[in-house]
């Protein structure tokens, strides 16, 4: 089974980033996104799903992660997780294989 992913414009953006040790900003998704699933390409660390509509909470810092056997899982400490944008999305954590590790290449799907 394949599932195939392709952007659609104002409704979805299937693209990468790369790492920074500053944070990452994405900003040309081209609508505010209310999910966005995050995954490392080069690490085996866990798929990230954010997004604004589950009534956990926590703001920002909750998370999915879709292959893991846990529930809905915070950011931890100093740890700010994803924050949706009007125009995609910012990282601000700078310490996280999941979301923002320096130099490392990140696979993104956003739908609005």
């Given at each position: 089974m394949a599932y195939c992913w392709t952007s659609v414009a104002?409704?979805?953006?299937?693209?990468t980033y790369t790492g920074a040790?500053?944070?990452?900003?994405v900003n040309d998704v081209g609508f505010a996104p209310s999910f966005v699933l995050i995954k490392n390409t080069t690490q085996t660390d866990y798929w990230g799903i954010f997004d604004n509509k589950r009534p956990s909470g926590t703001g920002?810092?909750?998370y999915i992660s879709p292959n893991s056997a846990d529930d809905e899982d915070v950011y931890?400490?100093?740890?700010?997780?994803?924050?949706?944008?009007?125009?995609?999305f910012a990282i601000d954590n700078t310490n996280s294989n999941m979301v923002?590790?320096?130099?490392e290449t990140y696979l993104y799907m956003a739908f609005k």
């Open positions: 104002g409704y979805s953006k299937v693209s040790t500053s944070g990452v900003t920002t810092r909750s931890s400490g100093s740890l700010s997780g994803v924050t949706l944008t009007s125009t995609g923002n590790e320096n130099g």
